[in-house]
T-cell receptor, first 114, second 115 residues
């Protein structure tokens, strides 16, 4: 079964609104990462948050991590039509090598209407 | 520019045929990975390699084979034993700096279709 599960599966908003996606996971992690995928393309790394961090920012992105609840959220502020894509969380499990394999969730499809 | 190159972009396979997907990186990354993506689903790990001449099975390795003879190259062969090979295949690489990983770099993918 997938280690990470995103919620919601699909999100539709207007340009300028904020978009929040959530990710839950089952076992202890070393780090959690968020990726973006435009239709038919490869994934692009957005942000990595380590298990000892609670919040990180990168431009219009804000990621939080709550290890007690085994969950993370990705907030995209002031969304643009160009943000339309699928967003995936991925976890690197604790106890393995620090650049070991990632386990991906099923993704959230974000549609931003102009 | 550094990056990962996957080829071909589209590939058609006949029943019973083996096909090989190419993945080359010039990022000097140590680790390379192959993932499979089915429509509307997340990525599932097929094989990964952390060092030349060594690789490990992922979650869905049956019907696939790989080699890692050079640091830059990690080709994936989809054999006739893979009963449902139609999917989008993604190659990725990663490395560590000062003991920390900074995420994967992905190629643009190969879409394989059985005809």
């Amino acid at each position: 079964s997938q280690q990470g599960e995103e919620d919601p599966q699909a999100l539709s908003i207007q340009e300028g609104e904020n978009a929040t996606m959530n990710c839950s996971y089952k076992t202890s992690i070393n780090n959690l990462q968020w990726y973006r995928q435009n239709s038919g393309r490869g994934l692009v790394h957005l942000i990595l948050i380590r298990s000892n961090e609670r919040e990180k920012h990168s431009g219009r992105l804000r990621v939080t991590l709550d290890t007690s609840k085994k969950s993370s959220s990705l907030l995209i502020t002031a969304s643009r039509a160009a943000d339309t894509a699928s967003y995936f969380c991925a976890t690197s499990l604790a106890g393995g090598t620090s650049y070991g394999k990632l386990t991906f969730g099923q993704g959230t499809i974000l549609t931003v209407h102009p | 520019d550094g990056g990962i190159t996957q080829s071909p972009k589209y590939l058609f396979r006949k029943e019973g045929q083996n096909v090989t997907l190419s993945c080359e990186q010039n990022l000097n990354h140590d680790a390379m990975y192959w993932y499979r993506q089915d429509p509307g689903q997340g990525l599932r790990l097929i094989y990964y390699s952390q060092i030349v001449n060594d690789f490990q099975k992922g979650d869905i390795a049956e019907g696939y084979s790989v080699s890692r003879e050079k640091k830059e190259s990690f080709p994936l062969t989809v054999t006739s034993a893979q009963k449902n090979p139609t999917a989008f295949y993604l190659c990725a690489s990663s490395t560590e700096r000062q003991g920390r990983n900074y995420g994967y770099t992905f190629g643009s993918g190969t879409r394989l279709t059985v005809v």
